[in-house]
């Protein structure tokens, strides 16, 4: 990032912790992007599907290839190299091909008997054989009207549904490993996207989710808890197995679900997070939550991807890696700075992703050499001497879409003390925890622990509950037995508030949520940033109101009242609450009268900052407008802190109270009542 600073290399500058070096070798081109689309849709959606993809097509990178296949009852294969006519190879939809079956039914020639000469660019030998370059994934730039011709004349699928009570026949899982093994018999080696648009669920074939009868439900949380989703662990099996060779070949899968239904998120979610892949849900393609994150993803300046990342830590000799928790996959790479604790993706110093976006994030969890800083090895023997940091090291490497590999190398020093006196670490003035980015990588290990435990959501309640209390003891102040004694140092006092949050958040409370729902909201919270992951976690709310500007209130049912607007931001909703009073002067249309300007000014101030929120985010987030008492002000009501509810009394008459939640879970101030009272008791948890 800089250059010579009086003759000293930018790696020697201490403010340089981050430097990176643009490889003088290339990695391999232009990435290509493979879209498979789902026909068994209505034909509103697949018109607009084609318009997405249509346009999808303007966005990619220069030099980029670009397949496609499409998928009902059968996997349709487009031959794209071929312009004298729309020609294509249907394969049955239940069966597994291998490569070299797939090299016979398709003509493909065997990359091993083309000469280096045929492989040369531009070379006619080359475009004339039948490879999969020159029929299946094509430059763009020489075959975008006929690709463009074929999308925009794709029909709903033409196989029947024989009889109502029947869901139709989907094979997503055989159009998935076809067209990643065309990729594989690509005669140059090559990385990118195979990009699915997914309608509904697989009903047929490798990867099959549920039985085409519509009396046989699809799974849910307690079918999988009991063991009583007949096809979910043969399914899992065949795309986890998919994903292991996608990983080492540099290939990645992104998934853009549009239904009502669930389509099998659950069981792709190996494909997708192993290897780096992008997953959204909506409920059709025609939303602008599908058009604008499908817009965003392939052509928005806002989203830069790279692909064959490769990522590697070391540490010093005190400080050991138990693992990271992130859309990555292990490379079984063992060193001495490797721990004997595993979390996550643990057992090794390095990992890799077909895929990654200037977005991604990860966590990475230590476990220190010794709990004592003066034995270890690197420790001074003067007790009154500073000791030294301990040192991580983050060794990424990455293609761009232009083809140039780039290394990056940031190094970072984690200050140690000498002393083991909890009072010590709370000196003033000193910021010795982050309490934001402390409750994101909470909220990954209870994500972690959840699948570890098969789905046991008290497991990992008593976790946190744990955690939370022998942290609280460690750093805080206070006489045993003695509740009121309890105080927290500045820095500790909003982590609490924080796991009261995580734990009524939808990363864990799976009631009203169907599984793939639940492997979206984990999904993206795996790869969010500390500024959204905290979103996430405890969502931010605004009120707007006569009495002046905009400002942020607390998330608590208190702050419900008949006169202000509502903003809620949880990242995956924006939602608009109008109290009783405004809704009522906008139903009667005041904010058309030029005797209240100031009234449409406030209705439209929330909208402002909604519009800046949904163009800034990917995924986009879906808006709700609501009124107070309406069905949509749920989503308000599931995530404030209930502090008065209906077996909590009423209150005092002409007592602005806020609003009555029905529900039966503790609030913040209970819990915060039972933590201290834990907190101060003489027994060790």
């Known amino acids: 990032y800089q250059r010579r600073v009086h003759g000293i290399p930018p790696e020697l500058q201490p403010q340089a912790t981050t430097v990176e070096y643009q490889l003088p070798r290339t990695g391999g081109g232009a990435p290509f992007y493979f879209f498979i689309v789902d026909t068994c849709i209505a034909d509103d959606e697949i018109e607009s599907v084609k318009d997405s993809v249509v346009q999808a097509l303007q966005f990619l990178p220069e030099g980029a290839s670009v397949g496609l296949i499409t998928y009902g009852a059968m996997v349709t294969v487009w031959e794209l190299g071929f312009e004298e006519c729309h020609k294509c190879y249907t394969l049955t939809g239940d069966t597994e091909y291998s490569k070299d079956d797939l090299r016979d039914l398709l ?35 020489d075959h975008e009207l006929t690709i463009s011709a074929i999308v925009e004349e794709l029909v709903p699928d033409p196989w029947p549904v024989k009889k109502h009570d029947q869901r139709p026949l ?31 669920a697989c009903t047929k074939g490798p990867g099959q989710i549920v039985a085409v009868e519509l009396e046989e439900a699809i799974r849910t949380h307690n079918d999988l808890r009991g063991d009583l989703a007949p096809h979910f662990a043969k399914a899992d099996a065949f795309y986890t197995a998919l994903s292991n060779s996608m990983v080492s070949n540099g290939v990645c899968v992104d998934v853009f679900s549009g239904s009502l239904d669930q389509t099998g998120v659950l069981e792709m979610r190996s494909c997708i997070d192993r290897t780096g892949g992008s997953l959204l849900m909506s409920d059709s393609f025609k939303t602008p939550i599908f058009k604008n994150s499908f817009k965003t993803f392939l052509g928005d300046d806002r989203l830069e991807l790279f692909f064959n990342a490769t990522l590697e830590a070391q540490t010093s000799r ?32 390095a990992w890799r992703a077909s895929t990654i976006s200037d977005l991604t994030t990860v966590a990475f969890y230590f476990e220190a050499g010794s709990d004592d800083p003066k034995s270890s090895p690197s420790s001074p023997t003067d007790s009154s001497a500073p000791l030294p940091p301990r040192y991580v090291q983050f060794i990424t490497l990455f293609t761009n879409k232009h083809g140039h590999q780039h290394l990056r190398v940031t190094t970072q020093a984690h200050p140690v003390t000498a002393t083991s006196n909890a009072s010590e670490y709370t000196a003033p003035g000193r910021v010795l925890f982050d309490q934001e980015a402390a409750a994101v990588l909470v909220a990954r290990m ?10 046991s959501v008290r497991e990992v309640l008593r976790w946190i509950d744990r955690m939370l209390i022998r942290l609280v003891k460690r750093f805080g102040d206070y006489r045993q037995d003695d509740v009121a004694s309890l105080r927290l ?17 939808e990363f864990l409370q799976v009631f009203n949520s ?33 009495n002046g500007p905009p400002q942020p209130v607390l998330l608590d049912s208190t702050s419900i009242q008949p006169d202000n607007i509502l903003l809620l931001d949880t990242f995956f909703h924006v939602v608009i609450h109008y109290g009783t009073t405004i809704a009522h002067w906008q139903a009667a249309n005041y904010q058309d009268k030029p005797e209240y300007e100031y009234f449409r000014v406030l209705l439209a101030a929330p909208k402002e900052e909604t519009d800046r929120l949904v163009n800034s985010r990917f995924p986009v987030p879906k808006l709700v407008e609501c009124k107070q008492h309406g069905s949509q002000a749920r989503i308000l009501y599931n995530r404030i802190n209930p502090s008065l509810t209906h077996t909590s009394g009423q209150a005092a008459y002409g007592q602005a109270v806020g609003e009555i939640v029905y529900t039966d879970d503790a609030n913040l101030q209970t819990f915060m009542q039972h933590l201290k009272k834990l907190v101060v008791q003489p027994q060790n948890v």
Request: glycine content about 10%; aromatic content about 8%; overall charge positive.
């Open 514 to 546: 169907s599984p793939d729902e639940t492997t979206f909201f984990r999904h993206i919270l795996l790869r969010a940033n500390t500024i959204d992951g905290v979103v996430m976690i405890q969502p931010t709310l605004f009120s707007y109101s006569f």
């Open 107 to 141: 003509g493909i020639s065997n990359p091993q008997q083309i000469s280096a000469a045929q492989l040369g660019a531009g070379s006619a030998e080359a475009s004339g054989s039948n490879t999969v370059e020159s029929k299946f994934i094509v430059p763009l730039a």
């Open 489 to 505: 140092h500045q820095d500790f006092t909003l982590f609490p508030v924080f796991m009261y949050h995580l734990r009524r958040s």
């Open 446 to 455: 209870a994500c972690y622990l959840f699948d570890k435990s098969s789905g």
């Open 170 to 200: 989907r094979c997503t899982g055989a159009a998935l490993q076809v067209a990643y093994s065309i990729a594989q018999l690509c005669a140059r080696q090559v990385f990118g996207h195979l990009i699915m648009l997914v309608g509904g």
């Open 318 to 349: 005190d400080l050991k890696l138990s693992g990271l928790i992130g859309p990555l996959s292990s490379m079984n790479k063992m060193s001495v700075c490797v721990g004997t604790q595993q979390v996550g993706l643990g057992g090794t110093c």
